[in-house]
């Protein structure tokens, strides 16, 4: 038994060296064969990619902080602003741009209350506030012109110039144009400066590169690069909304510097961005060059920009629109309204007719409308084709200057429930107006269309169809007469507040 035991054990010590001497194996051979490899680091073959230095070195000199000075201490919003340093509070009162950065931006709540005022500020020499701001610009001749943005200059008393080899010079405005937001600048010095020149922007298309260099958060001469992410944006800051839409990195005190193209040409000039928390999201908004070339001339010219004026309140022309009146495409801009004594109402046109065409070149829409008449000059006379009742007329007018200030009417039509009759069909009450002109909406059922379009009661209904309504039997036979010629809506002329529009609302064709 012993040597059977004896054999057995040595058996089984051979077996457990076996299986250690293979666990050593299977445990140091991965080890060893790591520590024993030589493989070299990853790399990659140097390939020739795009690069933006040279362009940058050569354009960087021209590009300048624009410095401002003011008595007057507002307060800002640090979220929803423009690129300079004081934020919407730098526009006036009731500016819509001011709507469209509250209504998508503004963190501070639907009534639009403010963040805190920012308590950074220079001191006069007599203890008194002196607000310091910040904004870009750049030089667009030798002799000094300097563009950059209105709402930077805004309010300022004093203006100098920060130079990219930090040199700051004086300089004195020269003219704003609020429209365009817009302002040029003159620094008055011996020295040459290094100047940029605008391009034809038209050319740059969505997706093309451009660089941005400008004073963000007053790090001045910085450069981003993005692409051209859209074109055309209204923004709602103004009837000549023509806005190139970048993705480049520009933030607060970006405002008034350029967007240049490979070419080292000006494309744009950066004005706002739209930022829930005050820098850059990835959507900027640049002024095109041909816009700013136009007026930047102008101000260097006579110190103001002087645009061409019509005197008419328009709206968009909607597919629903188009159907009621018998026009083709929808296209165009309805007049609402002619001013009184405007160029517009002495060549005879009236509200409801519909302006397709200046010079023979088509409208597509009222904001293209409002930029063909303001480039002809005042004292010229244009072509308007305009779709009146059924069919294309041409009518001459005399183009005039802008005026600087257009008064409203502040007319309203006070409802009345005497009288009342109620169009179910169109969940709308009306009544006759006291004045002899149109009905008055007393109640609007607010399931129907017409409330879905924003008939209110208040409102006054003059024309359906561009036909004189006086009361719920006349609006109903105009749609009957509008269904009869195979329309699909009919164009209601609405008052509300004194100011005109229309409203296209879709009738039962059963």
């Known amino acids: 038994m012993s040597d059977i035991k004896s054999s057995s054990q040595r058996r089984l010590t051979r077996i457990f060296l076996s299986c250690a001497l293979a666990g050593t194996v299977l445990a140091t051979g991965p080890l060893a064969s790591v520590t024993t490899a030589h493989a070299a680091p990853v790399s990659v073959a140097a390939q020739a990619q795009p690069g933006f230095s040279e362009l940058v070195e050569k354009v960087r000199p021209a590009v300048v902080s624009v410095r401002v000075k003011s008595d007057v201490q507002t307060a800002r919003n640090d979220r929803t602003q423009f690129f300079g340093g004081d934020g919407l509070d730098q526009l006036p009162d009731g500016h819509p741009l001011k709507r469209f950065f509250k ?31 910040q904004g870009s610009g750049f030089f667009i001749s030798e002799d000094g012109y300097v563009v950059t943005n209105n709402h930077v200059v805004t309010d300022g008393d004093s203006f100098s110039v920060v ?51 400008g004073n963000p958060f007053g790090l001045g001469g910085t450069v981003t690069a993005g692409i051209v992410s859209a074109r055309g944006r209204d923004i709602g800051a103004g009837p000549y909304d023509d806005f190139i839409q970048i993705d480049a990195a520009v933030n607060k005190g970006n405002s008034g510097g350029p967007a240049f193209d490979l070419t080292g040409k000006v494309v744009g000039i950066n004005t706002a961005i739209f930022s829930p928390s005050g820098g850059s999201v990835g959507i900027a908004f640049a002024i095109p060059a041909s816009t700013a070339s136009k007026v930047v001339d102008q101000l260097i010219k006579t110190g103001s920009v002087e645009r061409g004026w019509i005197g008419v309140q328009i709206q968009p022309v909607t597919k629903e629109i188009a159907d009621s009146i018998g026009l083709a495409e929808d296209k165009g801009a309805i007049v609402a309204e002619p001013q009184a004594d405007g160029p517009a109402a002495k060549a005879g046109i009236v509200a409801g007719d519909v302006i397709t065409a200046v010079n023979d070149e088509t409208v597509k829409d009222p904001r293209d ?7 002809i000059n005042p004292g010229e006379k244009a072509n308007l084709t305009i779709w009146r009742k059924g069919k294309a007329e041409t009518v001459s007018i005399d183009i005039k200057p802008y005026p600087d200030d257009q008064k409203q009417g ?20 009306v009544t006759p107006d006291d004045s002899g002109k149109g009905v008055v909406v007393t109640d ?67």
């Not at 607010?446 to 924003?454: C, F, L, N, Y």
């Open 103 to 133: 209504e998508f931006g503004n963190p501070s709540g639907p009534d639009g209350e403010q963040a805190r005022p920012n308590k950074r500020q220079k001191r006069g020499d007599r203890g008194h506030a002196r607000p310091f701001a």
């Open 163 to 213: 130079m990219d080899d930090g040199t700051e010079l004086d300089a004195k405005l020269i003219g704003t144009d609020a429209r365009t937001d817009l302002a040029v600048l003159k620094v008055d010095d011996k020295r040459k400066f290094t100047y940029v020149a605008f391009d034809d922007e038209s050319k740059v298309k969505v997706g093309d590169w451009v660089v941005a260099v």
């Open 369 to 375: 409308l409002a930029k063909k008449v303001a480039a």
């Open 410 to 429: 502040d007319k309203s039509a006070a409802p009345s429930s005497n009288n009342s009759e109620t169009l179910d069909d169109y969940g709308l009450t």
């Open 444 to 510: 609007v059922d607010p399931d129907s269309d017409a409330a879905d379009k924003g008939v209110r009661a208040g409102d006054t209904i003059v024309t359906v169809n561009n036909k004189d309504v006086k009361s719920a039997s006349d609006i109903n036979a105009a749609i009957k007469e509008a269904v009869s010629n195979g329309r699909k809506a009919v164009l209601l002329q609405v008052q509300s507040n004194g100011q005109n529009r229309f409203v296209a609302l879709p009738v039962d064709q059963g």
